[in-house]
């Protein structure tokens, strides 16, 4: 696994959820790259993480008495993709669209954690350096693949 698939995972591995935009903020400060342009890559991340179901997606909706409830979003990928991306960013949703681990999805983080500790990484080192080991201060990757999603 690589380091950008370990830390997007690292970050829903709680089972509480992320907020998406989140991830946008982090990669954008690393990557330098424009707005569209990264909500292009994290949208394109999330689709393939929801296509191996390492995460899923979920929001607080208003049920039929005007109450918000969690709502886990279904559907197929490209429904939720696109969904996503209609929410994406806008101020009247931010920490409204989650995403939220799966039991496969922190099943595989797990198993990284554990195989990281037992060569003697600390497994929760870049919680000080968000998507750090991922691009370089030039906004470069630094190992081969290291922006696509690797299991």
């Known amino acids: 696994m ?3 698939t370990y830390q997007l995972l690292a970050d829903v591995s709680d089972e509480v959820g992320s907020d998406l935009y ?3 903020i982090g990669i954008a400060a690393r990557t330098h790259e424009a707005e569209e342009i ?3 890559r994290v949208l394109g991340y999330l689709g393939e993480m929801l296509r191996a179901d390492l995460v899923g997606l979920g929001s607080i909706e208003a049920d039929a008495a005007g109450r918000g409830v969690w709502t886990n979003w279904r559907g197929d990928v490209a429904e939720l993709v696109e969904r ?3 929410r994406y960013g806008r101020s009247d949703t931010v920490w409204n669209l989650l995403v939220t681990g799966t039991p ?3 099943a595989v983080f797990e198993a990284e ?3 990281r500790e037992a060569a003697g990484r600390d497994p929760w ?3 000080d350096d968000l998507f750090g080991g991922i691009w370089d201060e030039d906004g470069k990757v ?3 693949h290291g922006d696509e999603i690797v299991v």
């Open 113 to 115: 954690e554990a195989r």
């Open 22 to 24: 989140g991830w946008h």
């Open 142 to 144: 630094i190992e081969p």
């Open 125 to 127: 080192a870049h919680i």
């Open 2 to 4: 690589n380091e950008l």
């Open 104 to 106: 496969h999805g922190v």
């Open 38 to 40: 990264v909500q292009g």
């Open 84 to 86: 996503a991306a209609a």
